[in-house]
């Protein structure tokens, strides 16, 4: 499969000047005097994406995703490298970008169809879906300025997507209109998605990354991080989002096991809490902890004293996946967990409409104030579909000191249709305002639900269904007119 975009080493610099004279000042000096600095809104960036294709870009605030479709479409140029797109394109970057607002909506169409390549005659074939699509009745001959921000997209969005291109760009158009208008959206994205159309999205909704995208090109502070599978993607965003960015970084060298970090490395790298008096006597607390939850364990030992004593773990009857992806600043491990169904036995299995709990059992290597609890259920394509934590459900979770533990338990009835999902699992906490992580396992455990009535969806309302017959001979002849 060709490639119809490619991105090659693309740096875009912008000037910043501290007072709008000292651009004037640089620029009429005869000595060459410096008087900006540069910012890189985009730095040494390349990708492509194939013919027919589903690619979403994902990032932070500031990354560079809209600088880099704008570059894509020709809106701006690069500062160094270059892109190719060897196609049709139809962008909707920016609220009503390309819209003259003195100009009605049906003028507007016709010259954005114009700067498009489409003749009159062509834009008049199309015109009726665009205004079907677009839904907004007789505003269509009023001026784009009277229109309110819905009414804009929704013509914008209805043109974009209703003139056949080959390469849709969407800069977060998706998040705008009421339900029924993006759920309209997100139709008129399959169908092109069928017929072979290159989709090239910047958003910051997940659901949308994880449903439509084949692939995922991940930015932070104008850099590439990292391009792939969008789950995977997905993570690495939620780890920047979480303020761990530089433990990001080290765990990009080790890319083959992305996932598989060990204490006694997150230690090494500075991650949890710093080696004490532990070395000299030979032993690090990194490698106690490392002893500890290795896999496989089914005891974990502890002081009580005067003695050891011996406790079962859950997570030796559990099937773990043997990947989890892993982070965390180290203060805090969740080191057992598992699933009880309604009759309390450990297990991956649970029955539709029964009640079930999932536990988990914390210790902490650092002084916390009111540390969180989680858990979200997710779908195989990385969709959050539920959870909850002990700070929405306003448990009552006092402050920890070091070596202190907890055990929190999670108790629901299971509404979630039958099938396959993930459960995943986090300690974190905030500090001055910030949310800060101290333990997260990523799809932890799978979860298996039996059911013998799915309905639609993701999960099952309980409706209760009432039905009446009532036989034509009981109802009567009905009465003739006139």
């Known amino acids: 499969m060709s490639d119809i975009i490619e991105v090659k080493n693309v740096t875009k610099i ?48 500031g990354s560079g995703k809209s600088t880099m479709l704008k570059i894509i479409t020709g809106v701006l140029s690069a500062t160094e490298g270059y892109v190719r797109a060897d196609g049709k394109i139809s962008a909707l970057l920016e609220l009503g970008a390309g819209f003259n607002r003195e100009y009605t909506g049906i003028e507007n169409v016709y010259m954005n ?71 309209k959206c997100y139709h008129r994205m399959d169908e092109l998605r069928a017929k072979g159309t290159t989709i090239l999205m910047v958003t910051h909704d997940m659901g949308s990354v994880m449903k439509y995208c084949d692939k995922v090109v991940l930015l932070n502070r104008g850099e590439k991080i990292s391009e792939g599978r969008p789950g995977e993607m997905v993570d690495l965003y939620k ?65 009580d004293g005067t003695a050891d004593k011996a406790k079962k773990l859950m997570r030796s009857e559990m099937t773990v996946n043997p990947n989890v992806n892993e982070y965390g600043d180290g ?17 991956n299995l649970v029955l539709k409409g029964e009640s079930f709990t999932i536990r988990e059992r914390i210790r902490f290597f650092a002084e916390l104030e009111m540390p969180i609890f989680t858990f979200t259920i997710r ?31 999670f108790t629901q009835r299971m509404n979630l249709q039958g099938g396959e999902y ?32 799915n309905t639609v969806g993701v999960y099952d309302m309980e409706s209760e269904v009432r039905t009446e017959l009532k036989p034509r001979k009981e109802l ?3 009465k003739s007119e006139g």
């Open 331 to 347: 203060r805090a491990e969740i080191y057992d967990f598992g699933i009880e169904d309604e009759g309390g036995r450990l297990t």
């Open 239 to 303: 780890k920047i989002l979480a303020g761990q960015y530089d433990q990001l970084n080290d765990m990009l060298k080790e890319r083959k096991q992305p996932s598989d970090i060990s204490h006694r490395e997150a230690e090494e790298d500075g991650l949890g809490e710093s080696q004490d008096s532990n070395e000299t006597a030979g032993t690090s607390e990194a490698e106690t902890k490392a002893e500890d939850t290795c896999e496989g364990t089914s005891e974990v030992k502890e002081k």
């Open 113 to 183: 169809g114009t700067m498009m390549g489409f003749s009159k005659k062509e834009m008049d074939e199309r015109l009726p879906s665009i205004l079907e699509f677009a839904d907004i009745g007789d505003f269509v001959y009023q001026p784009v300025k009277s229109y309110s921000s819905g009414m804009f997209v929704r013509l914008a969005f209805a043109l974009a997507i209703n003139v056949d291109p080959e390469i849709l760009i969407v800069d977060e158009a998706l998040s705008v209109g009421d339900v029924f208008f993006q759920a």
């Open 422 to 453: 993930l459960i995943s699992m986090s300690c974190t906490g905030f500090e001055e305002g910030e949310h800060v992580v101290y333990h997260r396992l990523y799809d932890l455990l799978n979860l298996t639900v039996i059911s013998n009535k």
């Open 14 to 61: 912008y000037r910043l000047y501290d007072k709008p004279i000292d651009r004037l000042k640089e620029s009429l000096s005869l000595k060459g005097r410096c008087l900006h600095r540069d910012f890189y809104a985009l730095k040494d960036v390349s990708f492509s994406v194939e013919r027919g294709q589903s690619c979403g870009i994902i990032g932070t605030n």
């Open 476 to 478: 009567g002849e009905p």
């Open 379 to 409: 779908d195989k394509k990385g969709n959050d579909l539920t959870g909850t934590n002990t700070m929405f459900e306003s448990a009552d979770v006092k402050s920890v000191k070091k070596g202190d533990e907890y055990e929190v338990s």
